[in-house]
Nanobody
Framework: QVTLVESGGGLAPPGGSLTLSCQAS????????MGWFRQRSGEKRELVAE???????TYAESVKGRFTISRDNDRSTVSLQMDALKTEDTAVYYC????????????WGQGTQVIVSS
């Protein structure tokens, strides 16, 4: 069974830090782009960061310089280091794996809540 399991969400103050982790299983994650999306309450889901198997990370403009994505293909994990958190970062964060081939394939985690508040 294909699964993506997130961990590390929680409450942090503005200016604080959190690290999100995602464990993939049930598929060859090294063949997929992996990343993080987030969805604020009442808003559309948006890309935060993603990285291909060999590197080349990309970031949403709103998080550049504050968030860092990394992956470990041997452990089938992807992480998101979030620093200098802002209240606007409050959202449910979802781990994602995707690739193209006979159309786009997406796998999603269950989501982990991040709340940035004083």
């Amino acid at each position: 069974q294909v699964t993506l399991v997130e961990s590390g969400g929680g409450l942090a103050p503005p200016g604080g830090s959190l690290t999100l982790s995602c464990q993939a299983s049930g598929f060859s994650s090294s063949g997929y782009i992996m990343g993080w999306f987030r969805q604020r309450s009442g808003e559309k889901r948006e890309l935060v960061a993603e990285v291909a198997s060999a590197g080349n990370p990309t970031y949403a403009e709103s998080v550049k310089g504050r968030f860092t994505i990394s992956r470990d293909n041997d452990r089938s994990t992807v992480s998101l280091q979030m620093d200098a958190l802002k209240t606007e970062d409050t959202a449910v964060y979802y781990c994602n794996a995707n690739r193209y081939g006979w159309g786009r394939t997406d796998y999603w985690g269950q989501g982990t809540q991040v709340i940035v508040s004083s």
